[in-house]
């Protein structure tokens, strides 16, 4: 399988990988300055989002559905209004270009993610949701 590789307009810093086995998601995340989720639907909760800022990326996404509950605008990411390119263009080029703000940004993604998201958060509610239902 080839990974599809092609530039987005002029910007040569932006690549489409196509699909990504998951070990290759994970090296792809290493390298990653930001991940991007603009989406135009009410997501609940994207992976991708997920597994980005478990890797201490920060997350540009649309204000729309679950995403501002998992992003943390001005603290983990950014939100944009959906369907606003210009916004979007505007805050990825804002973010991309201050690496302080990256890491601030990343840090706190990964501390979300692992305090919000981890295995033993997911754990600890799902045994207090059970706990509720046979009480």
Known sequence: RDVV???AGNIANLRWLGYLERHEVATALARASLLCMP???YENAPYSVLEAMAAGVPVIAS???GLPEIV????SGVLVP???PAA?????AQVY????????????ALRIARDAYGPERHYDHLTALYHDLVD
């Open 97 to 108: 270009s201050d690496r302080s703000a990256q890491q601030a940004y990343g840090e706190a």
């Open 82 to 84: 959906p369907r606003n």
């Open 63 to 65: 204000a729309i559905g």
């Open 72 to 75: 943390r605008d001005g603290e």
């Open 88 to 92: 979007l263009a505007n805050t990825i």
């Open 5 to 7: 590789e092609r530039r």
């Open 39 to 41: 989406s135009r639907w």
